[in-house]
């Protein structure tokens, strides 16, 4: 079956320190692979999405970076974290050739 | 103007009230609707899945998609209070990468 994960699950950071999240997905190939962002009682906000390994579209040209290193991974990253970076950070995948788009659990961000 | 408009709500209803979501588009290259459930400090849940027009349904769940409207609804039928979360609507464009969504209701069911 088709899973994904994503960790951690919570994260306490500091303003100006960097960050890395993590989503990977099992049991399908060629995926295409999303990340959002959720601020408190808000919209989805696309950030960055992948057609292919080491293809990356950004959405908001911010302080955030993706990238791609194999197939069904996808890693959000920041040199340094602003307080405006806090929310609900969720990575999505589309399988290949079809439309629909399945979640993972999230990562909830705090930056201090 | 918004791509989708959906209406934040709360929605407070008592259990076993019929619920009603709305939504509406203003792009007609959209083609394939979809409805999340979210629970607090959750992952979008996919409820639905329809392409084009038409009605789907699923047990206490159906969807309705009126294309010439540009219009799509939820309806949850016998509503329990484990319904209570957001309903997020979204709709993307055949080959597309990108889907859209709404902001999302926020549905109360009252015990």
């Known amino acids: 079956s088709q899973t994904i994960h994503q960790w951690p699950a919570t994260l306490v950071q500091p303003v100006g320190s960097p960050l890395s999240l993590e989503c990977t997905v099992e049991?399908?190939?060629?995926?295409?692979l999303y990340w959002y962002r959720q601020a408190a009682g808000r919209g989805l906000q696309l950030l960055f999405y992948?057609?292919?390994?080491?293809?990356i579209s950004s959405e908001v040209p911010q302080n955030l970076s993706a990238s791609r290193p194999q197939d069904r991974q996808f890693i959000l990253s920041s040199k340094k974290l602003l307080l405006s970076d806090s929310g609900f950070y969720l990575c999505?995948?589309?399988?290949?050739?079809?439309?629909?788009?399945?979640f993972g659990p999230g990562t909830r961000l705090l930056v201090l | 103007q918004k791509e989708v408009e959906q209406d934040p709500g709360p929605l407070s209803v008592p259990e076993g009230a019929i619920v009603s979501l709305n939504c509406t588009y203003s792009?007609?290259?959209?083609?394939?609707f979809m409805w999340y459930r979210q629970y607090s400090r959750k992952g979008p849940e996919l409820l639905m899945y329809?392409?084009?027009?038409g009605n789907k349904e699923d047990g206490r769940f159906t969807a309705q998609v009126d294309k010439s409207s540009k219009y799509i609804s939820l309806f949850i039928r016998d509503s329990q209070p484990s319904d209570s979360a957001t309903y997020l609507c979204?709709?993307?464009?055949?080959?597309?990468?990108?889907?859209?969504f709404g902001a999302g209701t926020r549905l109360f069911v009252k015990a």
């Open positions: 979204a709709m993307r464009k055949a080959g597309g990468f990108k889907t859209i």
């Open positions: 329809t392409y084009s027009s």
């Open positions: 792009n007609s290259a959209f083609q394939y």
């Open positions: 999505a995948w589309t399988p290949a050739l079809e439309e629909t788009q399945y």
């Open positions: 992948s057609v292919g390994i080491g293809q």
């Open positions: 049991g399908t190939s060629n995926p295409n």
